[in-house]
């Protein structure tokens, strides 16, 4: 079991930056999770954002965002997070980290499923304006 809690979401006027982080109540098994964020913008589903490995390796993204955001972890620290520059309004949304002990597939074809990923937090709102 493992609990997740996002935070730095905010108000920023495009092109800015923000940076969210997620840390995880996993103890010492936090590097056996692999983790994603997806977010949820207003009238619209649930869309993947990145994914990372259990290791830090492998960065995944999203093809709105690549380029411009940036997932890391630190395992030490139990800590994921999401570097976000270049902010469009279209970023608006609310951000959730989700983690996953495996994926049931390859990493590629499965990170940016929902149904993947078994823990999620609770969101944090990010909201670019024009």
């Known amino acids: 079991q493992v609990q997740l809690v996002e935070s730095g979401g905010g108000s920023v006027q495009a092109g800015g930056s923000l940076r969210l982080s997620c840390v995880a109540s996993?103890?010492?098994?936090?590097?056996?999770?692999?983790m994603g964020w997806f977010r949820q913008a207003p009238g619209r589903e649930l869309d993947f954002v990145a994914a990372?490995?259990?290791?830090?390796?492998?960065?995944y993204y999203a093809e709105p965002v690549k380029g411009r955001f940036t997932i890391s972890r630190d395992n030490l620290a139990n800590t994921l997070s999401l570097q976000m520059n270049s902010l469009k309004p279209e970023d608006t949304a609310v951000y959730y980290c989700?983690?996953?002990?495996?994926?049931?597939?390859?990493?590629?074809?499965?990170?940016?499923?929902?149904?993947?990923?078994?823990?999620w937090g609770q969101g944090t709102q990010v909201t670019v304006s024009s």
């Open positions: 989700a983690a996953t002990t495996s994926y049931s597939g390859s990493y590629y074809q499965r990170a940016s499923r929902i149904d993947e990923y078994d823990y």
């Open positions: 996993a103890g010492r098994t936090f590097n056996n999770y692999a």
């Open positions: 990372i490995r259990w290791s830090g390796s492998s960065p």
